[in-house]
């Protein structure tokens, strides 16, 4: 593991991209993904149009950039926390974690994927949850315990499909995370979730 610490170059170039992404955030909170310009980011951050460019290709990228880099630290900071746990209850917290990510996160899940978004998102998100849980499933930190013989990969997709499509539609519900994640465990299993699960 590399322990050595950022040298000064490498912290004035993480603090450019994080003020370039904040910026990107604020716009996109405000004004939405159509008005979304490279142009608008640079302004709103005080930087010149090529030091976007050093570290994004353009504004999709950005965009991506926000949301890739919450859900990867939501899903390093939730398996970081649920390793010693039961494989049910592992599934159980991971769901729960999501839906609660949605719930943390809808004012920018809202623009990027609502009535006034891009549909692409939807699927960016579900591809890099379908990875994950693919990952999980072949390494045993999730094991599906449904249609045992069926591909990881096609087990992943039938999870992360219907995860993802629940984690949107709960931006309109008042379900809480837990609720969310019990429902879930309980359609995809077919059984009540039983009491030490939660």
Do not use: C
């Not at 604020?26 to 951050?45: E, H, K, P, S």
Request: net charge negative.
């Amino acid at each position: 593991m590399n322990t050595e610490k950022p040298n000064r170059f490498q912290r004035r170039k993480q603090r450019t991209r994080n003020a370039l992404k904040q910026a990107a955030m604020d716009l996109l909170l405000a004004y939405g993904y159509d008005n979304l310009t490279v142009q608008a980011i640079t302004d709103r951050a005080d930087f010149a149009r090529g030091t976007f460019y050093v570290h994004f290709a353009d504004k999709d990228d950005i965009v991506w950039a926000l949301l890739e880099e919450s859900m990867a630290s939501l899903l390093k900071d939730t398996i970081g926390h649920i390793t010693n746990e039961s494989p049910m209850r592992r599934k159980y917290l991971l769901w729960q974690r999501v839906f609660l990510y949605a719930q943390e996160n809808q004012a920018l899940l809202r623009v990027l994927v609502g009535e006034n978004g891009h549909p692409a998102y939807a699927v960016k998100i579900q591809d890099f949850f379908g990875t994950i849980i693919e990952q999980g499933i072949k390494g045993g930190t999730f094991d599906p315990q449904i249609d045992v013989g069926l591909p990881p990969e096609f087990l992943a997709q039938f999870m992360t499909g219907a995860l993802v499509r629940l984690m949107l539609w709960s931006l309109d519900t008042d379900y809480t995370p837990s609720q969310l994640a019990q429902m879930f465990y309980e359609v995809i299993y077919r059984e009540p979730m039983p009491p030490e699960i939660a």
